[in-house]
């Protein structure tokens, strides 16, 4: 078998594996269509960093048959996106909107960058300026400098 047969083989079999069961598929293309994507933006809360299209948990399981019931019955996407986030939160959104509740995480780091930008301008413009050299200094600095060029 050729490299590049191998890799079509592996390639066909990554695909089957991540496919539901055909029974649990909607029959409309198209509502199945929009199930997938609202499965690419709902994370799996128990892996977490995955959303439930690519995820094996059998939770993420329950969620996609869930978010397919949710399609079936006619909602819209806006519909199944707030339903799954009243019941598990905005962490349940791979992209959770902008909202009072989670504007510190949207807002927190750049204030942070801001706060400490200030902090180093103020300390920048307050550091002390080095003192004149006294007498006995300036001596002592030209004799160095003499002996460095001779």
Known sequence: MSHARAAA???ALACLAGAAEP???????????????LFRETR??????????DSESTF???????????????????QVRAFLAARYGDF?????????????LWVGPFLVICIGA????????????????????ETRLASLTEETMT
């Open 44 to 53: 799996c809360l128990v892996c977490q960093g995955e959303s439930i299209d």
């Open 92 to 104: 349940v959104l791979l992209r959770p909107p902008f909202s009072a509740v989670n504007a510190i």
């Open 9 to 11: 083989v592996m390639a």
């Open 60 to 78: 993420a399981a329950d969620l996609r048959r869930l978010v397919r019931q949710q399609v079936a019955e006619g909602r819209s996407d806006a």
């Open 23 to 37: 029974a649990e598929r909607l029959a409309d293309p198209s509502r199945e269509a929009r199930a997938r994507s």
């Open 118 to 137: 200030t902090i180093l301008v103020r300390r920048a413009r307050t550091a002390p300026s080095a003192a004149p050299l006294s007498a006995e200094e």
